[in-house]
């Protein structure tokens, strides 16, 4: 009568084992109680989406701050340029203390001869301005003229740079988007597969009891008892690391999108992967137009040119329309103040060949920067065409480990029936057991690896 019984329970948690492993892993079982040996696991507060990651992350990221700071400097370099050509206001003002007396000496008649007064001065004459404190003001205001044409290409050329940090920022938006996908899929891989672990821990547990149940009723040899905790302490050790790779992940996201890592949340399941349905001529002329990466190689190619024209204007004289006010309130013999308005020309006349060595300089960077961008967009082609074949084999390998997964899960219930029937052995219970969770984790792997593969060609792509 107790080995009947034995033979029932044994049926019954054979059959239990296959309806979890073949139709469970959306709800894990309890997890076994802290035993010191693993990290504890805070229940998470929040289901965080990948879309609201992706959102989360573009506002709070710290290296997307700095970026953006970036292009708001270079704006600020930009009006800052442009006010160079705007009219220059300059005041210096100083306030001395003479050292001593300063004279000047007028000789007699140095002002003329006049009838009935005589020359003045009559006589040799000094003019003595004590020493002491002296007051002197100098404003004058200048507006450039040749260099107005300077000033316009320094704007057009600090506007590149301003479009060339903009686009920076969109491809570190990218970038991180994608490594938030890649920290996103291996959190979800490390969940499901700790779903998965936990409910075989709690298969294990009990066919552990069953069988030593048997063992003590000599139904059972020793061997058996000795393969399931085996099995039991391998799938303990596969939840440990899962769980560490769950608690790092996590840390990881949290930093990306920049609050503190130790915000607990769970991850919300991503869908079959969909088809890329674009052409690859046509994708990789979209992405020659969108990528930032060559945007601004175009861009630095522009400024190149806006340089070599920078340098060829630096052969033209200055010339700027100047007014000037100069007062000396406390000097005698001096006009207390004055003013002059003309043009003041500034040239170096001689320079020892720098300007045309400049010239040359800038004329090769130009050649080289129409290389860069023609090289980086062959290497761009290159990357994408690798991209989009990558995702072709990742979904290749996608439908095989669906089928792999089926065949396993239907070979465990074939095996399951047969041990219930005494017509196959506990150990081919097991392995087929075995077998069907690794064709889970394989498939839980490959979609991943699918939708990380889409994410690296829609980075390639330069698809926001």
């Known amino acids: ?30 997890a076994a109680p802290p035993d010191g040996t693993r990290p504890a696991i805070p229940p998470p507060t929040e289901v965080l989406t990948l879309g609201q990651a992706i959102t989360l992350a573009l506002s709070g990221n710290r290296d997307l701050k700095n970026a953006a700071l970036e292009a708001a400097k270079a704006d600020d370099e930009v009006h800052a340029t442009r006010a160079q050509g705007l009219p220059q206001f300059n005041i210096y003002a100083t306030a001395t203390q003479m050292l001593e ?25 000094e003019v003595v301005t004590p020493a002491g404190r002296q007051n002197f003001v100098l404003g004058q205001v200048a507006q450039p ?12 050329l600090k506007r590149a740079n301003l479009e060339i940090a903009r686009e920076q920022l969109r491809d570190k938006q990218r970038a991180v988007v994608n490594d938030l996908r890649r920290v996103y899929y291996g959190l979800l891989r490390s969940q499901s597969g700790l779903v998965a672990a936990e409910e075989t821990i709690a298969s294990l547990r009990e066919l552990n009891r069953v069988v030593e149940e048997r063992m003590g009723q000599k139904v059972e040899l020793p061997a058996a008892g000795m393969d399931v905790r085996a099995r039991l302490a391998r799938a303990e050790y596969d939840a440990l690391t899962l769980r560490n790779d769950l608690l790092s992940g996590s840390e990881r996201l949290n ?13 919300d399941p991503v869908p079959d992967i969909a088809p890329y ?17 060559l945007k601004e190689l175009r861009l630095r190619q522009k400024m190149a040119e806006l340089d070599h024209k920078m340098k060829k204007w630096d052969f033209v004289p ?6 000037t006010y100069i007062a000396l309130p406390a000097v005698d013999l001096v006009p207390e103040r004055f003013q002059s308005l003309g043009f003041v020309l500034s040239w170096e006349v001689f320079d020892w060949g720098r300007r045309r060595r400049e010239l040359a300089v800038a004329n090769k960077s130009l050649e080289q920067s129409g290389n860069m961008l023609r090289e980086a967009e062959a290497q761009a082609a290159i990357d994408i065409g690798l991209k989009y074949r990558d995702l072709q084999r990742a979904r290749s390998l ?6 792999a997964q089926e065949a396993a899960r239907e070979q465990l219930k074939v095996t399951t029936e047969r041990y219930a029937q005494k017509a196959a052995l506990l150990r081919d219970v097991l392995e087929s057991q075995e077998k069907l969770a690794a064709a889970n984790r394989q498939r839980d792997e490959a979609l991943l690896a699918a939708w990380t593969a889409r994410s690296d060609l829609e980075k390639a792509l330069g698809e926001d």
């Open 145 to 156: 003229l040749t260099q107005l044409r300077s000033v316009s290409l320094g704007t057009q």
């Open 277 to 293: 349905e674009a052409d690859l001529e046509a994708a990789r002329s979209a992405a020659l137009a969108k990528r930032a990466d």
């Open 101 to 125: 007396d300063a004279v000047v000496k007028v000789p007699g008649g140095a002002f003329g001869t006049f009838t009935g007064i005589g020359p003045i001065p009559a006589t040799d004459t």
């Open 398 to 403: 996608l439908e095989a480990t669906r089928l």
């Open 318 to 323: 200055e010339v700027s329309f100047n007014y």
């Open 255 to 267: 930093d990306l999108l920049g609050r503190p890592i130790d915000i607990s949340f769970s991850v």
């Open 1 to 30: 009568m107790s080995l009947r019984r034995s033979t029932v329970t044994i049926r019954r948690v054979a059959c239990g084992l296959a309806l979890a492993l073949c139709f469970g892993g959306a709800t894990s079982l309890p």
